[in-house]
């Protein structure tokens, strides 16, 4: 989208030519495809560690690799520097960071502490890590997530995460998407409204 709005678009799908790209999930997958870049290998279980595993079976010692991420910490672009290629690009194309009110977010979590929430959804690990750091109980937090108040996540990566911080009832899909099936399964005829 950034390439298109400067009228770049053909000259980095050009740039893509007899290149492997290689997408961490579906998602990647498609949209790289929606714009014409051919995807080589997708991770099946959709995580970093398995993208780590197949460059370092396909061994990347001469190669250029560029890490698109997904605004993080750069912690994966150096676990692919240590696989020692030729060259590691760096390339975040967003941010992660607190709200500058955390108001409504810590409202939100003195609810789900008091078990007044019957669901949260979580789209990304960094939610998850931002919650916690949020919350004014992250034990009473965690707890009311394990009993009361469902936790859904959208993936592997974002359900590690809650379970990293003792929530261990979650709710995933097998391939990363928002569950919403599974989700409504769980509130069928509990009488929850939201």
Excluded: C
């Amino acid at each position: 989208g950034a390439a298109e709005s400067v009228g770049l678009e053909d000259a980095l799908r050009h740039a893509f030519d007899g290149v492997e790209v290689v997408a961490r999930g579906p998602k990647a997958q498609s949209a790289a495809r929606h714009v014409g870049i051919d995807v080589t290998w997708t991770a099946p279980t959709e995580t970093n560690d398995e993208i780590l595993a197949r460059l370092a079976l396909d061994g990347i010692a001469d190669k250029r690799v560029v890490v698109q991420r997904d605004g993080g910490e750069p912690l994966f672009a150096a676990a692919v520097a240590d696989l020692r290629p030729r060259d590691v690009v760096d390339v975040p194309v967003y941010r992660w960071h607190m709200p500058d009110d955390v108001t409504p977010a810590s409202r939100l979590l003195d609810a789900v502490a008091d078990r007044q929430i019957d669901a949260v959804t979580f789209t990304s690990s960094y939610a998850v890590h931002n919650a916690f750091e949020i919350a004014s109980d992250p034990d009473r937090v965690a707890a009311a997530f394990d009993r009361d108040v469902l936790a859904v996540a959208v993936g592997p990566v974002t359900a590690d995460s809650l379970r990293q911080f003792g929530v261990h009832r979650v709710v995933e899909p097998e391939r990363a998407r928002l569950p919403l099936s599974a989700f409504l399964g769980h509130l069928s005829g509990s009488g929850h409204a939201f």
